[in-house]
């Protein structure tokens, strides 16, 4: 590979001496979560490969593309305290705050410590009985809807879902009493309106009365229904033993609630999709299903116990990773392979391209699941497989919305087909049209008509 012996633009060299940065397209370019970057980075990572450099007239440091799962472990895990949070992450703070996901230093280590313990197995076991009733609930409309041979608008119906599921691991049955005393739920808007715009971003952010009146309710009655809230109140610094702050409490449920619902919300959407095109997989998933989960009333272990449904959630993570794009920017000078990385440097990470590189995925673009599953394929690259990043800042909800994907296929997926009759809200004709912004979307809601399973 070419490297560029210096930062100015061109000033490429081959060979031995300092390390320079590596090649990449002669264009100027702004990396960002949009749709130019979507298709800049798909002609560029296969032709760049692991590491490539992209110029920018808008950032005076260089922007580098990472692509190689060694390279990707070093700037996770094992130097990952040279990389703090990149750019993008302005964004996200108008809503978030400085919750656990824009956070860096010590700031975030005390919230990833003070945090982590709320996400153990046996808190998500006990989280996956709301849910369990959420699915339920979702059952029975959807009977109506099969009922009257209606078509279901998928990915609404998926956000409305995750957010509800969020809502309610966060604030159990405060959740009815804020619905109450707004006249409806006050965070519906989420579900219905995914710009994340300035205005979204400031009426999310005056919500907060909400949860400071809950958090003022439940210090003064001590109060603590099992919820997030309460774990998150109750979580105290290892040193200090201080708890967290209200503007800190705030910042982690506002965080939760994006973090945890669009998510999941878009990996189910995928999957509906992709199992309505892969009868196959669906048909080896209803097998599982029948033979594991049988019925309403399976234990959680049971419901862990779904191995090729988690491998079917991979596959459609692989395919279309929600988080598509995100980046860090290197404190100090460091290096990957032969390659310089200045101070200062942006780095960009691309789980959906990573994702689809032949070198790493043999027929990249093929559905098939069992990819993940080591009795048939050999163990999956940790880094080259990053829906939820890695390392030290691995996604704190991968447990959780594996357990809310599961409980959502076991309880639906035996009792109803969905199928594409209708590819998008504008008609039939219209190609399921991805649209990469700080999430990958589908640009329109996906269709799918619903019948009840073995339904003459
Ligand atoms: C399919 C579902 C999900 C995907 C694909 C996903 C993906 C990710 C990714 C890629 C990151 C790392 C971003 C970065 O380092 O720049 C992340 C971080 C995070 N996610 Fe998730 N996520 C999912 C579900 C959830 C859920 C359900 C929750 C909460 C219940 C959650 C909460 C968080 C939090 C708090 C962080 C920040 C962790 C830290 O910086 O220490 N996520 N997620």
């Known amino acids: 590979m070419k490297s560029r012996e210096n930062d100015s633009p061109g000033s490429v060299r081959d060979g031995a001496g300092e390390p320079g940065l590596p090649d990449g397209p002669a264009e100027f370019h702004t990396i960002g979560p949009d749709q130019q970057t ?16 992209v110029q920018s007239r808008d950032r005076r440091d260089p922007s580098l593309v990472v692509s190689s799962p060694d390279y990707l472990k ?43 313990p709320g996400f153990s197995r ?10 369990r009733g959420q699915n339920q609930a979702l059952r029975d409309q959807w009977r109506l809807l099969a009922d009257t041979g209606q078509t279901i608008d998928i990915t609404t119906a998926m956000s409305r879902l995750g957010l509800e599921i969020i809502l309610r691991s966060i604030f159990s049955s405060d ?13 519906a808007f989420l579900a219905e309106d995914t710009t994340r715009d300035i205005q979204t971003a400031v009426r999310f952010r005056n919500l907060a009365r909400l949860t400071l009146w809950l958090v003022a309710d439940r ?73 594991v989960t049988p019925g309403d009333d399976f234990s959680f272990d049971q419901l862990m116990d779904l191995n090729y449904t988690a491998c079917v959630l991979k596959e459609t993570l ?45 027929d990249p673009e093929r559905f098939d699941p ?30 959780f919305s594996f357990v809310e994907m599961q409980m959502h296929l076991a309880l639906l997926a035996p009792r109803f087909e969905l199928s ?36 003459p």
Not at 437 to 449: D, E, G, P, Q
Request: a neutral charge; charged letters at 25%; glycine letters at 8%.
């Open 38 to 53: 979507f298709a800049a980075l798909g002609r560029w990572v296969p032709e760049y490969g692991d590491l490539f450099c």
């Open 74 to 116: 070093h700037i996770l895990l094992s130097n990952h305290e040279n990389y703090a949070k990149g750019v993008g992450f302005e964004r996200v703070k108008m809503l978030l705050g400085n919750g656990i996901i824009v956070s860096d230093g010590e700031d975030w280590r005390r919230q990833r410590t003070m945090m982590q």
């Open 122 to 131: 046996a808190n998500i076991a006990r989280l996956s009985q709301p849910m």
């Open 175 to 187: 959740l009815d009493r804020m619905v109450d005393q707004e006249g409806g739920n006050p965070f």
């Open 219 to 291: 210090r003064g009655t001590g109060e603590r229904p099992f919820d997030f809230l309460s774990l998150l109140m109750d979580a105290r610094d290892r040193k200090s033993g201080a708890g967290m702050t209200d503007k800190e409490l705030l910042d982690e449920v506002n965080t939760l609630i994006i973090a945890g619902h669009e998510t999941s919300a878009g990996t189910l959407n995928w999957v509906w999709y992709l199992l309505s095109q892969h009868p196959d997989v669906e048909e080896r998933l209803l097998t599982e299903l029948a033979r």
């Open 318 to 362: 692989r395919l279309y990773p929600p988080v598509w794009l995100f980046s860090r920017r290197a404190r100090q000078e460091d290096h990957l392979g032969e390659f310089r990385v200045p101070a200062g440097a942006h780095i960009f990470i691309a789980p959906y391209f990573l994702h689809r590189r032949p070198a790493l995925w043999p």
């Open 370 to 399: 069992d990819r993940f599953d080591e009795s048939r394929s050999p163990p999956v690259d940790r880094f080259a497989f990053i829906p939820f990043s890695a390392g030290a800042r691995r996604c704190i909800g991968d447990y």
């Open 420 to 455: 594409l009759e209708v590819q998008s809200s504008l008609g039939p004709s219209e190609p399921i049209t991805l649209d990469p912004a700080v999430n990958l979307r589908t640009l329109h809601s996906i269709h799918l008509k619903v019948r009840h399973r073995n339904a």
